[in-house]
């Protein structure tokens, strides 16, 4: 079935320096939407980034992805990360009318 | 902007009771709700997407015995956990879609323990 898979469970990084968070999935759709939602501390997830376009790269707040259909990925990274980043990060990919969620990676980032 | 409230934000149940949460979009009319769980280190799972006027489909391993769901409009779905047990703690999540859009609008959430 399909599944997202997420490698990191925890990155720590210090402010400014850069971030990337592996997604990678498996569908057996050729046109697979990609998400990534960020939830901070007792927040619920939000959405951050969208793709369902072939090597095209997308950009919010200052992260961005590209969805690489070659490879089964849509990474997210962000060139110099803040304090305020600080928080779950959820890929996903639209599962029928829903999604389906990667295990999430926490990101931690300090002074 | 579109926002999603959950009730109530906390619960505890006492082992083999039921209890009932509920979705409530607003600023919108959410034309599918779909309800997820998190348990306790583990991700988010699909356990139905409920649309009005059509039936409710359920992901494997969740049935509408043990999960049934009410959606009589448009901003408001309700699900009720029935005979609940150790294993279905867990922070239960409501995504609402708006439009055509895949994109899901989620609600923060119902925390539910069981004792």
């Known amino acids: 079935g399909d599944s997202v898979t997420q490698t990191e469970g925890l990155v720590t990084l210090t402010e400014g320096l850069p971030v990337m968070l592996n997604c990678t999935y498996q569908?057996?759709?050729?046109?697979?939407?990609l998400f990534w939602y960020v939830q901070h501390l007792n927040e619920s997830p939000r959405l951050l980034l969208k793709?369902?376009?072939?090597?095209k790269r997308t950009e919010h707040q200052g992260f961005h992805a590209t969805l690489h259909k070659s490879s089964s990925s849509f990474h997210l990274q962000k060139s110099s990360a803040q304090l305020s980043d600080s928080a779950l990060y959820y890929c996903?990919?639209?599962?029928?009318?829903?999604?389906?969620f990667g295990l999430g990676t926490r990101v931690s980032v300090f002074p | 902007g579109a926002l999603v409230y959950q009730y109530p934000r906390r619960t505890i149940c006492k082992s083999g009771t039921s209890m009932r949460m509920e979705c409530q979009a607003v600023g919108f009319q959410a034309t599918s709700v779909a309800w997820y769980r998190q348990s306790p280190q583990k991700t988010f799972e699909l356990i139905a997407l409920?649309?009005?006027?059509?039936?409710?489909?359920?992901e494997q391993n969740f049935t509408q015995e043990k999960f049934p769901i009410s959606h009589p409009n448009l901003s408001f779905s309700s699900m009720t956990v029935l005979n609940a047990y150790l294993e279905d703690r867990g922070l239960y999540l409501c995504g609402a879609r708006l439009g055509s859009s895949y994109e899901q609008y989620f609600g923060p959430g119902t925390r539910l323990t069981v004792l």
């Open positions: 409920s649309t009005v006027n059509s039936a409710i489909k359920y």
């Open positions: 793709s369902f376009t072939d090597n």
């Open positions: 569908t057996i759709y050729s046109n697979p939407f």
């Open positions: 996903a990919l639209k599962y029928a009318q829903g999604l389906t």
